[in-house]
């Protein structure tokens, strides 16, 4: 009995039996040009020969002739193919000119144009039901050839290739770890042995290029020698990189077992692989345009065809949550599930679409425009599209069915009058960063026009009230003829309970996203997709002695006086000229010196507000012209500040226009980005490796601050963080709720809702029948002066009936009341009336409470003290570990009570004493 192989070999033998059916031809050959005998194994693959492979223009030429034979004889006849001559050399140079210009996948999506012909070189997946195109996919032929000598000058050959009809499609590397060679192996044979000059290997000729162990793969999309770029292509474990144990086989077989199944590579020709033309400036700005070869990873396949195999199954109006860390790929996800959500069926329905729009929503306009960017660049989707840069476009587009729509949800309030009646149709709304896109009036107003509510006619008999009443309960809730799907990477509770999954452990109900769309920051980090931010993290200590300037001891209020006074310090010219030297000292040295990102890295400043930013920029400015630095910081804030009496934006400090700023930043001799707040979310620029935090920081602004540093780059192997700001600890918390999966575990209790209306109602601020009369008038269309005397009532009973504490409380029960009520209306099955008026009443009483009198008893501090000295000092460098585990949010809380709390009285003397023993 011959032992197991378990050679490089048998892998590969292993591989092709089960695609083709067998790994090795019978001695009969096969040089006629018709279908080869085809062996049909679960993968339904041909067996290839490396013989029949033409090296000249890199196709299998038998399999191609085969499958023009079998599907368009007529312009084999008509273009002469059948013999070997000087007609078939013609199109078969065409061909190869056309992948070269064009690219593999859309010539097999689109064919190609000879002479008086156009020849179909690919058969589409059928749509349910449809025979006919099923009998037409069935004559692809998929096949797999071993052994490939690929060049003309060498006798190297290729382990293993794919082709789809004779073009190539895949290559692949396969390695074995019984024999002491792993994936890394396979890698470097391709950096150093598989030259981008041969045309097999050459950008957009094959969708990818993979290595394969029996642990691992990964993929890359272009050669290009040494610095080919390989991503894992794994189904993670652990939370983390990696793949599963597999007790029916090796941990890599889904591999040839699921991905490369005809159905499944055909999905991945048909509706993700693309080459796409980017546009990039240089380091000196001029721009040119780069192709790129896309091709998806494990995740985003798995995440894709999860949700379209849900969303199928549920039929309209369900919720999914996606949990993907940054540097997901989220852009290219919600692309791919956009188009492909277009062309699903319904299940009780083969021929008719399940959704009539598709609604791509994001909070802000640079991802809106990403997006948009990402969709259009699938151009045979481009017919169907539509980004809308303004209210008109968005209703023009609504109106007139445009199946994919991109948009920021700000824009539906101002279309409400105007948009027919859309209950009748179905939508699919994909929303980018849902923790920040759902909520409040924008989202309940988008309800409202996707739910095609009625106008409210002018009546104010009971009966009408009620009836609005009720549209306006209805117009809270998650659409029934709309399907969510929410992505984002930091889910809050509310996110976690409107959209995610809802399962029950044990005897607790649970809120998260499922396994199959989860892709945890610490996979991420771990397959090397976004660096680990807070791996080389170094805290600085602030050192200083504030002096009394004054010959008397007046008291403050402690606690208020102690955060103007490191405010100033912190503030003070001393301070940022010394913290301004610090941070340019290390960029230059630790950064620039030691090459980082190839010597091509950038920084950026966080700042505690605009006016420091500006200070900033001016001592960074001044201290690399005095170090006679060749480089150069950029400012960036919104609007305009007041600077010297003179009100200015950043683009008059920085020379030009704010547009440009990302741009600038990757030119020379720019290094420095220095902000407040803008520009720490949503800006993807991966030769930021440092970061000077001058900010307190927490929670998710943490997160999404930090994580500017963390895009990958093929040179970027760390990033750094100086903070200025003692904020470690808060970081740690911060990331480790987002490291693994979020999960919370409760429901909202929708009794605390009734709880703080009998509160409210119990202060006696305004009686049910001023609720009831306010409410009538608003929403009969009243005058403004008929709804000001039952508020001003109410205000007055508020001052009259109430101590500070009792104002502090009812105004602070008053928000929590419209906050977990707009919450809840979302998602519970009921909704009394009675909280939808109050809800309406609060929401104009709010504004018009005034606020408690609260004398500042730290006012004038600032003018008793002067800074006497100040220095900085580094810490130990951190490696901020993450816990291993899932991260327990809690559920909404009530909130709301309080009270105002009684100062702390002390001495200058010992607040200053405070102070400087800190």
């Known amino acids: 009995m011959k032992p197991t192989d ?23 050959p096969a040089n006629a040009v018709e279908i080869p005998a085809v062996v049909y194994a679960p993968g339904g693959y041909v067996l290839g020969r490396a013989s029949d492979y033409n090296r000249d223009v890199a196709l299998d030429t038998v399999q191609l002739l085969a499958f023009l034979h079998a599907t368009q004889p007529k312009a084999v006849d008509t273009l002469a193919l059948a013999a070997d001559g000087i007609k078939r050399t013609q199109f078969l140079h065409r061909l190869q000119g056309e992948i070269t210009k064009r690219g593999v996948v859309d010539c097999l999506r689109r064919g190609v144009s000879h002479g008086p012909v156009h020849v179909d070189l690919y058969k589409l997946l059928p749509t349910p039901g449809n025979a006919a195109a099923a009998e037409n996919f069935d004559k692809n032929i998929f096949s797999v050839t071993r052994q490939l000598r690929y060049s003309n000058d060498s006798g190297n050959e290729l382990d293993m290739a794919i082709f789809i009809n004779g073009l190539p499609v895949l290559t692949f590397e396969l390695k074995n770890s019984l024999t002491k060679q792993t994936l890394a192996d396979a890698i470097v044979q391709y950096q150093t042995t598989r030259s981008p000059q041969e045309l097999l290997f050459q950008l957009g000729r094959c969708v990818a290029h993979i290595a394969v162990d029996d642990a691992e793969a990964a993929f890359c ?45 055909a999905n991945i020709i048909e509706s993700y692989a693309q080459v796409v033309e980017e546009e990039e400036a240089d380091a000196s700005g001029k721009k040119r345009k780069k192709r790129k070869q896309i091709f998806p990873r494990f995740h985003q396949l798995r995440t894709v ?29 919600i692309a791919w599930l956009a188009h492909q959500l277009v062309e699903l069926r319904r299940k009780d329905d083969a021929l008719t679409a399940q959704f009539d729009s598709i609604i791509v929503i994001t909070d802000r306009r640079a991802l809106d425009t990403q997006i948009a960017r990402t969709i259009k660049a699938y151009d045979h989707v481009a017919a169907i599209f539509g980004h809308s840069d303004s209210a008109d476009e968005l209703r023009s587009f609504l109106r007139r069915g445009k199946k994919i729509i991109v948009t920021t949800v700000h824009k539906f309030p101002f279309i409400l009058d105007e948009l027919d009646d859309l209950s009748g149709k179905n939508f699919a709304l994909l929303i980018d960063e849902a923790h920040s896109s759902q909520g409040g009036k924008i989202t309940n107003e988008m309800h409202r026009v996707l739910g095609g509510e009625e106008a409210f006619e002018e009546d104010s008999t009971q009966d009408a009230v ?35 999954e809802k399962t029950l452990v044990g005897d ?37 002695q504030v002096a009394k300037t004054v010959a008397h001891d007046p008291e403050f209020d402690k606690v208020k006086a102690l955060k103007k006074i490191r405010h100033y310090v912190e503030s003070h010219d001393k301070a940022i000229q010394s913290k301004a030297q610090i941070m340019v000292d290390h960029f230059t040295a630790r950064v620039i010196g030691a090459k980082k990102i190839g010597g091509k890295a950038r920084a950026m400043i966080v700042c505690n507000g605009i006016a420091r930013a500006i200070d900033y920029w001016r001592e960074v400015s001044g ?9 150069k910081a950029i400012v960036a804030y919104s609007g305009d500040f007041e600077i010297g009496g003179a009100r200015k934006t950043e683009a008059d400090l920085n020379g030009f226009p704010s547009q440009d700023i990302p741009a600038k930043l990757k030119q020379e001799p720019y290094r420095f980005l220095i902000v407040a707040n803008k520009f720490v979310t949503g800006f993807d620029e991966p030769l930021l490796h440092t970061m000077y935090v001058d900010k307190p920081l927490a929670g998710v602004l943490a997160v999404q601050t930090l994580s500017r540093l963390n895009r990958a780059h093929p040179q970027k192997s760390d990033t750094f963080v100086l903070d200025f700001a003692d904020n470690a600890e808060a970081v740690r918390t911060a990331f480790q709720e987002y490291y693994r999966a979020t999960i919370q575990t409760g429901e909202t209790d929708a009794n605390k809702l009734h709880d703080l209306k009998a509160d409210l109602d119990g202060q006696q601020v305004y009686s049910a029948s001023q609720v009831e009369d306010l409410v009538a008038l608003y929403l009969s269309g009243a005058e403004r002066d008929k709804l000001d005397p039952i508020l001003d009532a109410c205000v007055e009973e508020y001052k009259e009936k109430l101590d500070e504490d009792g104002q502090v409380a009812f105004k602070g ?9 707009s919450f809840l209306a979302a998602i519970l099955s009921y909704g009394p009336p009675a909280w939808e008026k109050l809800s309406i009443f609060l929401n104009f009483l709010i504004p018009k409470l005034p606020a408690p009198k609260e004398d500042d008893f730290s006012k004038g501090v600032l003018e008793t003290i002067d800074m006497d000295s100040y220095r900085v000092e580094a810490k130990a460098a951190l490696k901020l570990a993450m816990a291993d585990a899932d991260a ?13 709390g009684e100062p702390d009285i002390d001495k200058l003397s010992a607040i200053i004493k405070t102070f400087n023993d800190l």
């Open 813 to 821: 029960k008053a928000k929590a009341y419209l906050r977990s009520y």
């Open 305 to 333: 065809r999860a949700l379209l195999r849900r969303a199928h199954a549920d039929g309209v109006g369900n919720r999914y949550l996606i949990q993907h860390s940054a540097g997901s790929g989220k852009s290219n996800t």
């Open 623 to 631: 201290y690399l012209a005095q170090i006679k630095s060749p480089y």
């Open 466 to 500: 009620n009836a609005e009443i009720e549209k306006r309960i209805a117009s809270r809730k998650l659409l029934a003829n709309a399907s969510y799907f929410a992505f984002t990477a930091t889910p809050k509770n509310k996110t976690l309970e409107l959209f995610g």
């Open 888 to 900: 327990a949010v809690e559920p909404v809380p009530p909130g709301g009570g309080g009270g105002k």
């Open 508 to 544: 607790k109900v649970q809120f998260r996203s499922p396994e199959e769309l989860t892709y945890t920051t610490k996979q991420a980090i771990q397959e090397k997709f976004i660096l680990d931010v807070v791996a080389h993290y170094t805290p600085y200590d602030s050192f200083y």
């Open 6 to 28: 378990t050679s490089e070999l048998g892998l590969e033998q292993l591989i092709v039996r089960h695609l083709a059916g067998i790994s090795e031809h019978p001695p009969t």
């Open 221 to 265: 999309t272009e050669l290009k020698g040494k610095a080919s770029w390989f991503l894992p292509f794994n189904q993670g474990w652990n939370s983390g990189a990696g793949n599963p144990p597999n007790p029916d086989g090796l941990k890599t077989d889904y591999l040839w077992k699921q991905v490369l199944t005809r159905a499944s590579l």
